[in-house]
């Protein structure tokens, strides 16, 4: 089992960055794919970026590309979401995802591909 804790949320004003953390405990994920989803009040919970085994590979939803990053450090078992140029249509409760492939180098979209969820973190942008 693979237990993920979000963390580095808080209060920005729009245009300014927040880096969020994802660190997995239970055991390694190196040999998993990790994804961000996010929740606003009264929405679905979509899709915000997903990466590979080693890094190799990222996906982006439309609606960040270009301002936010994903990344992996699988020494420290984390996932990092570096976002920039934040705007206010960005608030949301951020969620880390993870599950284990043997393809090392995809990237999946869909909740329903994750098994390992974290219990999120706020992200309020204020204008």
């Known amino acids: 089992q693979v237990q993920l804790a979000e963390s580095g949320g808080g209060s920005v004003q729009a245009g300014g960055p927040l880096r969020l953390s994802c660190a997995a405990s239970?055991?390694?994920?190196?040999?998993?794919?990790m994804g961000w989803f996010r929740q606003a009040p009264g929405k679905e919970r979509d899709f915000v970026a997903a990466?590979?085994?080693?890094?190799?590979?990222?996906y982006y939803a439309d609606s960040v590309k270009g301002r936010f990053t994903i990344s992996r450090d699988n020494a420290k078992n984390t996932v990092y979401l570096q976002m920039n140029s934040l705007k206010p249509e960005d608030t949301a409760i951020y969620y880390c995802?993870?599950?284990?492939?043997?393809?090392?180098?995809?990237?999946?979209?869909?909740?329903?591909?994750?098994?390992?969820w974290g219990q999120g973190t706020q992200v309020t942008v204020s204008s």
């Open positions: 995802a993870g599950r284990s492939t043997v393809n090392t180098g995809a990237t999946y979209s869909r909740r329903s591909e994750y098994v390992y």
């Open positions: 239970g055991r390694t994920i190196s040999s998993h794919a």
């Open positions: 990466i590979s085994w080693r890094g190799g590979s990222t």
